[in-house]
């Protein structure tokens, strides 16, 4: 069985060691925590061993979950890649494409499984979207969600936004050519409410929202193409498509055909580290690699430095406004 190791025991990381135990083609051989309580209160539940120091997981591990803040993703990733250590980095994959690059070089130089958390490719609904889109022109995004102080140490792009970037890039492939964006912080000291307008070289946009201030929860996307218009909702692992029946007189109404799916709840975690484990023992590309990782991570960058620029300008007319 691969021996698996998981660095993070905070809330995610939890997840993840119960997820390896549950599937049962691994084994959660050891936890990494630089908190020891919480590093050996995961690790009891599987009979691993518990430590402080993620380096002491070299040697023993075949494959390794990092979930930890974004800020140790690079040198934590680099370090287990450089051991041979096959890798599943939760998202972003790094904090600048430079320590995104030096990944991906080092995962391919070694031949190790490097793959990245972009948990909601793995949603079904997603998954039979993919077989219905025919060029779409216009997507239109909202991830929204109420506080929580996990995940603050970023903004609510590197945080939220970037799994519906992933998704955007996914479906349309055309190079990005232009983005605009505003966003502002509400609770936190990073912008918790932003949104962003990508624009790509085959004509389509892209407008995506995403906030963790809000009173619901509520991921949705709407896509729209030539004679059709696809709606996912992607809490509720729902897809539903209004396609216009070929017919009808010039001038007259056209006619128009709905059709839903509702697909059966799945855990997209559980099929994501399933997924990780059978290219582990299968060989093959993961179904979201480090390539597709960095281009989210390249357009949540220049999102994000937006963003900075919208705040300073807040800030300069506030000032002005003062005199």
Not at 93 to 116: H, M, Y
Not at 151 to 180: C, E, F, R, S, Y
Request: proline fraction near 4%.
């Amino acid at each position: 069985m691969i021996k698996i190791g998981v660095v993070g025991a905070g809330y995610f990381g939890k997840h993840h060691a119960a997820k390896y135990a549950e599937i049962g083609r691994g084994r959660v051989v050891a936890v990494c925590d630089i908190d020891r309580e919480k590093a050996e209160a995961c690790a009891s539940q599987y009979d691993a061993l518990a430590v402080m120091d993620y380096r002491e997981l070299f040697g023993r591990v075949d494959a390794v979950s990092i979930v930890v803040p974004t800020n140790a993703h690079f040198p934590i990733a680099r370090d287990f890649l450089r051991q041979g250590i096959h890798v599943l980095l939760e998202k972003p994959i790094s904090n600048t494409l430079a320590e995104a690059d030096e990944l991906i070089r080092i995962a391919k130089e070694k031949g190790v499984v490097f793959q990245v958390g972009h948990l909601e490719r793995f949603n079904p609904a997603v998954q039979s979207m993919t077989k219905v889109l025919r060029r779409p022109r216009y997507i239109e995004c909202q991830r929204i969600s109420p506080f929580k102080l996990r995940g603050t140490d970023i903004n609510v792009v590197l945080d939220m936004m970037i799994h519906d970037i992933d998704l955007v890039l996914n479906i349309v492939k055309a190079p990005v050519t232009q983005i605009d964006a505003i966003g502002v912080p509400v609770l936190s000291d990073a912008e918790d409410i932003a949104n962003a307008r990508i624009r790509f070289s085959d004509g389509c946009v892209a407008m995506i929202t995403s906030s963790r201030v809000s009173w619901k929860t509520e991921r949705t996307m709407r896509i729209f193409q030539p004679d059709a218009y696809i709606v996912l909702d992607l809490n509720a692992s729902k897809l539903a498509v209004m396609r216009r029946v070929p017919g009808g007189g010039e001038g007259s109404m056209p006619e128009l055909k709905q059709e839903e799916q509702l697909f059966q709840p799945v855990d997209n975690l559980k099929r994501e580290i399933e997924s990780f484990q059978s290219v582990i023992e299968s060989g093959g590309e993961p179904l979201v690699t480090a390539t597709d990782a960095r281009r989210a991570l390249e357009a949540a960058l220049v999102i994000s430095r937006q963003l900075q620029a919208w705040r300073d300008t807040l800030a300069e007319t506030a000032v002005a406004g003062r005199r």
